[in-house]
């Protein structure tokens, strides 16, 4: 039996012996590498924090003292000591564990997330509950430095220093994110990793400090050289300034010593306690070292390579060819250079790309504050956490009516990362905005199209325009078309018929025509219409459509409240139409980790789904064809 076999519960940990707990930190990495290849997930952050997960299980006693992780990256480790390592072989898969925490899962996750920098104000408010309620137990958020970066991380800090709410942060700072960090936060810490100088002065400040009379007085003088050795040596030690005591750095595979400086934060009782932990992203794993951005995230082992291009990809040469026409164009990230495909465009155009970490509130507003100067902003976000910067796009970009291209990656069912990164609410987030324009492609040439098609409608100066579309490869069609603007509200039939129309936005449209052929089989013509536009609607042709053919589907990779299908309900509404309307869609409620294919057909939104929703409403219209076999018996 390994010594990994033996640990079921944290309690476990506390029984092993010095070597033995050296061999389990070991195993622990092969078991990741291993199992994480066959699954998919996030391996080079979960194999920099081994030794640190060990020690906070081991100082610490979950689920009653409370550890509280931010995003779940680096939370791997937690989840096979708490029990979960039979399960791991179901991570990220249809009805398996998550890849980040969830509370449904285990009383150890106190808190669940997938967006950064959550983990301080979560940890706060269990600390203030522990307070009223009048126990006693240890909180302890554990942040990464790339989270750090998020603005609500400092919100946080400046709250309980305010406050002196008794929390512990471990900073887990490995230099990265999923990329490199950026700014001045990030640079900060780099003077504190390398601040030997300070080391060494405060060694000789010690030695002659030992040998001063004691007291009061000398205890303030020695307090006092300290601070200011630290100052002098280690600019902006902004945490100390915020209220907290810092203990650190310390190094993070350094086991032994990591228990150490956890042991001396929880004995601290006065006040918030901020400890300094630096990691390796992959240690342990040499091609996880060597390039721990690939090995951020890994695909499942033995999955097939699409043969057509992904659609990022795709949206990041539209880019490209939008900044060669334009030198007023530029494009901003917040902390996903690779997630978004805008790296290789960072060599290309320094000048106009823009990395502003993990601050998706201030990507807007720069973005806002660059159209107010003539420049055409390019925001390319995940529509998850597009979410972070709603009352920006408000408050900044729409009531203002400034032209800001928001251009959604991932929108619509994201597939193993779960509910927490599914994009399935920015239509309607978005929708509800005066003067935003609203468009999806039906396959990657399309997304082209429309990617220049948002450059020149920002360009012109007409307003907010947003452009959604969704994870994976496109349909493997041509992609030499010349550029040209799509006409804003207007969309294409597909394909005519006169039992029902089924109106398609983005990504469905495919699956709309093949539904349309199943139809076809029992008698039903279907007319097929790309949408193309959320917002404005084609008012003319639907209503034409609706004039003639009382019988409507829509269809949408997004949460039917607020969503296309309303707006074509609230259309028809509006003008008295007379149509029976089918809206097919994600229904209320959450959706967890899963391949989107799965998904899709659990709501119905794939080809069969959609042509099962059809005979179902208007079952008169088209009788299933019996099987000949019975028929003649």
């Known amino acids: 039996m390994t010594v990994l076999d033996r640990i079921q519960q944290p309690r476990d940990l506390r ?22 290849q066959k699954t998919g997930g996030h391996i080079s952050s979960s194999l920099g924090t081994v030794e640190l997960t060990v020690a906070l299980h081991r100082v610490f006693d979950s689920p009653h003292d409370k550890l509280v992780w931010d995003t779940g990256h680096q939370a791997y480790v937690h989840k096979m000591l708490t029990g979960r390592r039979g399960q791991f072989d179901t991570l990220r898969q ?98 504190l990793r390398t601040a030997q100088p300070y080391r060494g002065a405060k060694h000789i400040a010690r030695q002659v400090l030992e040998h001063m009379p004691g007291g009061e007085l000398a205890e303030e003088a020695r307090r006092r050289i300290f ?21 650190g750095p310390v190094d993070g595979h350094d086991l032994f010593a990591v228990e150490g400086v956890l042991e001396k934060a929880r004995d601290f009782r006065d006040g918030p306690v901020f400890v300094h932990v630096q990691t390796q992203k992959g240690h342990g794993y040499g091609p996880a070292e060597d390039d721990n951005v690939k090995w951020h995230g890994v695909s499942a082992s033995g999955s097939a390579k699409a043969a057509a291009p992904q659609y990022t990809a795709v949206f990041a040469d539209a880019v490209r060819e939008v900044l060669e026409a ?12 690779g997630g978004t495909g805008l790296l290789p465009l960072f060599k290309e155009f320094p000048e106009r790309l823009f990395d502003v970490g993990i601050c998706e509130q201030h990507a807007v507003t720069f973005a806002a504050g660059l159209a107010t100067q003539g420049i055409v902003p390019i925001v390319a976000v995940y529509s998850t956490f597009l979410q972070r910067g709603f009352d920006q796009v408000v408050h900044d970009v729409a009531v203002q009516d400034l032209s800001v291209v928001f251009a959604m990656d991932r ?9 927490t990164h599914q994009g399935l609410y920015d239509i309607a987030y978005l929708r509800i905005l005066p003067g935003m324009t609203l468009m999806a492609p039906k396959d990657e040439a399309e997304l082209r ?155 119905g939104i794939d080809a069969e789904g959609i042509a099962a929703a059809v005979r179902r409403r208007w079952s008169r219209l088209a009788p299933v064809r019996s099987d000949p076999e019975e028929t003649a018996g």
């Open 94 to 191: 249809f009805g398996g564990i998550s890849g980040f925490l969830a509370r449904a899962e285990s009383e150890h996750d106190q808190f669940g997330a997938g967006h950064a920098g959550t983990s301080i104000s979560a940890a706060q408010g269990v600390a203030v509950a522990r307070d009223l309620k009048g126990d006693d137990n240890h909180v302890v958020a554990i942040i990464g430095d790339g989270a750090l970066t998020a603005g609500m991380a400092f919100e946080a800090m400046n709250s309980i220093g305010h406050m002196r709410t008794r929390v512990i942060v471990v900073l887990n700072d490995n230099g990265m994110s999923i990329a490199p960090n950026v700014g001045a936060v990030s640079r900060m810490l780099e003077s």
């Open 326 to 337: 334009d030198e007023r164009a530029v494009a901003i990230t917040a902390a996903m250079p």
């Open 227 to 247: 601070t200011s050795l630290k100052a002098l040596f280690i600019p902006n030690i902004l945490f100390e300034q915020l209220g907290f005591t810092y203990f």
């Open 411 to 419: 929108g619509g069912i994201v597939g193993d990362d779960g509910r």
């Open 449 to 603: 199209q429309m990617v220049w098609t948002a450059y020149r409608h920002a360009a012109a100066n007409r307003g907010p325009i947003g452009l959604r579309f969704p994870r994976g490869a496109g349909a493997g069609v041509a992609l030499d078309a010349p550029l040209t603007e799509i006409p804003i509200g207007v969309s294409e039939t597909l394909r005519e018929g006169d039992g029902v129309v089924i109106l398609a936005y983005g990504h469905p449209v495919a699956a709309a025509l093949e539904a349309a052929e199943l139809l076809a089989r029992d008698g039903l013509e279907a007319t097929v219409v790309n949408a193309r536009f959320a917002k404005p609607l084609d008012e003319e042709r639907i209503l034409a459509l609706a004039a003639r053919i009382p019988r409507f589907v829509t269809i949408e990779e997004h949460v039917i409240a607020g969503g296309f299908g309303s707006a074509v309900g609230e259309l028809l509404s509006e003008r008295g139409a007379r149509v029976d309307l089918e809206i097919l869609g994600i229904p209320d409620e959450h959706v967890d980790h899963g391949a989107q294919k799965l998904w899709r057909h659990h709501f």
């Open 15 to 36: 029984l092993l012996h010095r070597d033995e707990l050296l061999e389990l930190c070991r195993e622990i990495r092969a078991f990741t590498v291993e199992s994480v």
